[in-house]
């Protein structure tokens, strides 16, 4: 058993625990090999704390663990599909050496506790390479601990994976194929403009077209796609020359984030097509931001292609999503074809025809959580010849959402609805997903 926070061990009946494969760690990401010998005492007290807590983690499908030390405890917690789920809690002592133990493993300063540290281990679990990434904050009473967690054979970028719409794919394959123009994943930080901008990368024809990166491609599989790296010292632009010298199609470059870059980038795009990502705040605001940025509606207007815009929600658990009919009134309401007949949602208690309460059996698949995994919604901009007649006459955000709307460009909550009626998401994550900023 591992701490006792899942509740399967405690449903088991027989004394026979079950036997759960422990992490291995495989050495840190620096290279910095941990004096294991001189910090006997810790590795007595941590090691196997933090490899079951570690393991805890991936058997739970977290991506993010975090331990707050609270008082006389540290408090646990998991992040899995973006929503946070408590842990337990551990003694003071222990969350302290499986810390230490931690930051020991990624080839970090155990003897630096006022500072903030980030490090990784090399792992491997259930035959998988994992990346462990440690990082360490002081904070009162004592340092805080994020461990995320990433499995490197997991590739969720391929637009199938990703849940594009296949509208989005022909525009993004039209978009890419013209040997010239910029596109753009776009969206607020952190919230996946990354993960995006890779699967409008993988929705390039790789087999037409000669990709080449000429940003890092970390440790995500590719296909086809060539890294180029430039010689030391050269700028963007020169760089991007080269690549237009060895007749490359299409450039996937370094997020769009200074008005030098966006420059760099337009003054480039009749020579190249160009995929990068930009921070924004919608797609509107994006185009905006690029015309002030870059000085000219015009050259915005006439050298970007499009922008897209995604999100992830949480799909619901294939083993134990429960169907219902919906309210026709609720159907009209929410834009579903009112032919909806059945949809699905978390397993909820039911009455039975007796009338008694009968509550969802429980479920290793997802934890009982009611959701396992997650997929992407959309919307987007392509310059359409009234969208960039409305920027080069410097039109605001809301006059170009309302012709992309016009234009039959989809927008978040009506993507999103072709998950629900599918089954594959449920009304409530919606909400969730949809519901306004407090
Ligand atoms: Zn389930």
Known sequence: ????????????????????????????????????????????????????????????????????????????????????????????????????????????????????????????????????????????????????????????????????PEALRTRIREWTSQHKGLSLAVGTPNTGVTTTAFGMLRGVDCYLYQIHAIRSLGTREVINVAQFNGNPGDDLETTLMRVVRVESDVAFVDPVTTPEIAKTVFSMQEQITILSEMPAKDCATAILQLVQWVGDPNIVANGLMGVINGKLIRKLCPDCKQAYRPNPKLIAKVGLPSDTKTLYRKPVATENEKGEVEEPPPCEKCNDTGYFGRTGIYEYIEMTPAIKELVISGADANAIRTQARTDGMTVFSKDALRHVAKGITSLEELQRVFKPAP
């Open 1 to 164: 058993m591992v701490f006792g926070f899942g509740r399967k061990a405690e449903v088991d009946d027989d004394d026979e625990e079950e036997e759960i494969e422990l992490v291995l760690f495989q050495g840190a990401l620096n290279g910095q090999e941990a004096n294991l010998k001189e910090n006997q005492k810790l590795v007595q007290a941590g090691l196997n704390a933090a490899k079951e807590l570690v393991t805890d983690g991936l058997s739970r499908r977290a991506e993010t663990i975090r331990v707050d030390p609270k008082g006389e405890r540290s408090q646990v917690a998991f992040v899995v599909d973006g929503m946070p789920y408590a842990g337990g809690k551990l003694a003071k002592p222990q969350g302290l050496a499986i810390t230490q133990m931690l930051k020991l493993l990624s080839g970090l300063d155990i003897k630096v506790r006022n500072q903030p540290q980030v490090g990784g281990i090399k792992a491997q679990w259930k035959e998988q390479p994992w990346e462990v990434i440690v990082q360490t904050k002081p904070i009162e009473g004592g340092e805080q601990l994020t461990i995320k967690l990433r499995n490197l054979k997991e590739k969720m970028i391929t637009p199938d994976d990703l849940g594009m």
